[in-house]
């Protein structure tokens, strides 16, 4: 299998991220990037910088935050069932693309 990578949603608590990469890595996976998918919501915005700040620091992997949208436009927050069916397309297109290129992805 290729590389490794996590792919995980992003609600106020950044850590939630952080503390999955660490316990991936304990257990010996090589995780070579983190991947968040996001809404754009205004509770959402000091964890993106948090998380963008914390991997920018780090040498042990790359990240990448995915927004969430719907016919185009940003979702701000899981409002409604358009909203959260536009998070599952884009949870869908992100694994799916992670898996094409032969990565193993840890949800």
């Not at 992003?10 to 010996?28: I, M, N, S």
């Not at 996001?38 to 700040?53: D, K, N, S, Y």
């Not at 992997?61 to 899981?78: M, S």
Request: aromatic letters at 6%; hydrophobic letters at 45%; a neutral charge.
């Amino acid at each position: 299998m290729g590389q490794h990578v996590l792919v995980a949603t992003l609600g106020a608590e950044p850590q939630v991220v952080t503390l999955a990469f660490d316990l991936l890595r304990g257990k010996g996976y090589p995780v070579a990037e983190v991947v968040v998918v996001h809404t754009l919501g205004e509770a959402v915005q000091p964890a993106l910088r948090c998380l963008a700040e914390e991997f920018a620091r780090s040498e042990a992997c790359g990240y990448r935050a995915i927004p969430v949208e719907r016919e185009g436009w940003p979702v701000a927050d899981l409002r409604s069932e358009a909203d959260t069916a536009a998070l599952l397309r884009t949870l869908y297109r992100t694994i799916l693309a992670e898996k094409r290129a032969g990565r193993c992805v840890h949800l």
